[in-house]
């Protein structure tokens, strides 16, 4: 197993700028988050999601956007990247009901937003 | 007061010390607490987890919760340069279902010099 993956490792873009953060997972996971992680903030849950098709926000939502049209797969998109997007993203799944508890991550992709 | 709170150190100690890594919390729904470590540059991985108050050992870590204080604590024994990372005190008031919102402490940064 692959386990969860992340692409790109690193992406600079200009401010307005949109772009796509990628995620898949091959262990057949139900759920599946994104988390940015900031110095000084820790990890900041941003959206997650239970399953194909279903999707909610986590703490820091604004400017993301996210879909799940398979289990393996679970996008971040940016639509309009701002400065304060620098950051740090992780992907995260989790088996069925250890989503309390045991989630893998990936190795993260690092975005700078100038 | 925000809900977890963990002191982003630096923390360094000799080899072979023992090492204790403590987070606080205000929200008495959390059921579930775990440690994460997370090495440089790589995504979170999670070390250990307890279910409400009591202890748990696991070679040379032991994680402590002590709910009445609304306190938990991550020893480990006998450290090595290896452990060098930063911890994350992660907690949660479901087992899985639609939440598995983890609330994540800020990290600790170890290390631990030869």
Known sequence: ?114 | QKEVEQDPGPLSVPEGAIVSLNCTYSNSAFQYFMWYRQYSRKGPELLMYTYSSGNKEDGRFTAQVDKSSKYISLFIRDSQPSDSATYLCAMSPNYGGSQGNLIFGKGTKLSVKP
């Open chain 1, 1 to 114: 197993n692959a386990g969860v993956t992340q692409t790109p490792k690193f992406q600079v873009l200009k401010t307005g700028q949109s772009m796509t953060l990628q995620c898949a997972q091959d262990m057949n996971h139900e759920y599946m988050s994104w988390y940015r992680q900031d110095p000084g903030m820790g990890l900041r849950l941003i959206h997650y999601s239970v399953g194909a098709g279903i999707t909610d926000q986590g703490e820091v939502p604004n400017g993301y956007n996210v879909s799940r049209s398979t289990t393996e797969d679970f996008p971040l998109r940016l639509l309009s990247a701002a400065p304060s997007q620098t950051s740090v993203y992780f992907c995260a799944s989790s088996p069925p009901g250890l989503a309390g508890t045991e989630q893998f991550f990936g190795p993260g992709t690092r975005l700078t937003v100038l």
